[in-house]
């Protein structure tokens, strides 16, 4: 009782309308390694993949969201994860470049896309994985690096999306892309796990939020935080114990979904997820 008591509990929790771009697994596989969740050597399961694909878009459109899909293309195993194809704030897209030659493809299908779709799109010059390294947090973007996203690309965002950039240093190589180490709650509230950043990003981060949601380890290394929330539904990995108990003192309602498939290929919610803002 002294726990709860302690407990702020926020019951004002509010959804916003969301729109999301995703992509069918229709091609999905492990076929390559560029993070150190893909082991070649496990097989994959795509009617599985698939399966626990439309469940999570599913789950989208129960809590209210509107959801776009782009064409998989053939020959591109990791373009489920939209996420990575660009970055849209206010009708404005980012175009992503993807940093292996195996994903390179993914930037122009992508672009083509938004291009139709949103209100203008600029193409990238610098290496970036979109919304896998970038994450709007009300006006601030945090904007992750050290493993795929560069820096130059941080300055470049800042510039074609007039908003302030705040970059981070990525560490741990299993937590590759932000977004794997970041979850965005609300305009103003963020859960991530400190040991994926250098000690000076974490310092940057418990200034900008000093009252941040910190994860564990544990719930860290099943993706937890490859979270996607509407500001009160937060939809995340089943498997993330402690961090669905924390959100929901937090006033929170988490939703659970298993992407176990798409977990081998080191993806979770998040990663499936591009949001289109405006
Ligand atoms: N296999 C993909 C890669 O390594 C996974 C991408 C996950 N996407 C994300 N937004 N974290 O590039």
């Known amino acids: 009782v002294t726990a709860l008591l302690d407990t702020p509990v926020r019951a004002d929790r509010v ?21 150190p969740w893909m082991d ?5 399961n795509r009617d599985l993949a698939i399966q626990q694909w439309e469940s999570l878009r599913a789950t989208y459109l129960s809590l209210g969201a509107q959801v776009e899909v782009i064409d998989a293309v053939p020959g ?17 897209a980012y175009g992503a470049r993807f940093l292996h030659d ?13 291009s139709d779709h949103v209100r203008s799109a600029f193409p990238a010059e610098q290496v970036n994985e979109g919304e896998g390294d ?6 601030l973007l945090l904007a992750g690096t050290g493993f795929r996203t560069s820096r ?26 932000l977004d794997t180490a970041v979850a965005v709650l609300a305009d103003d509230d963020i859960a991530y796990w400190p040991g ?16 941040a949601l910190l994860a564990d380890e544990r719930d860290a290394c099943v993706l937890g935080l490859n979270a996607v929330s509407d500001g009160r539904h937060v939809v995340l990995p089943t498997a993330a114990v ?37």
């Open 15 to 35: 959804a916003r309308a969301r729109r999301y771009l995703m992509c069918r697994p229709d091609h999905f596989d492990v076929t390559y390694g560029i993070n």
């Open 40 to 44: 070649v050597t496990v097989p994959t």
């Open 76 to 92: 591109l195993p990791d373009m489920v994860f939209a996420a990575n194809g660009g970055l849209v704030v206010d009708g404005r």
């Open 102 to 114: 195996e994903r390179h493809a993914e930037g122009p299908a992508y672009l083509d896309w938004l």
């Open 134 to 139: 970038f994450l709007l947090v009300g006006d």
């Open 152 to 177: 130059a690309a941080h300055a470049e965002a800042q510039e074609a999306l007039g908003l302030p950039v705040v970059s981070l240093d990525l560490v741990d190589p299993r937590f590759y892309h």
């Open 196 to 211: 994926a950043f250098s000690e000076s990003s974490q310092r940057v981060l418990r200034r900008l939020f000093p009252d």
């Open 242 to 278: 402690g961090l669905v108990d924390q959100l929901e003192r937090r006033g929170y309602v988490p939703v659970g979904v298993d992407l176990s498939e798409l977990l081998k290929a080191g993806g979770g919610a998040k990663c499936c997820t591009l949001e289109l803002r405006g």
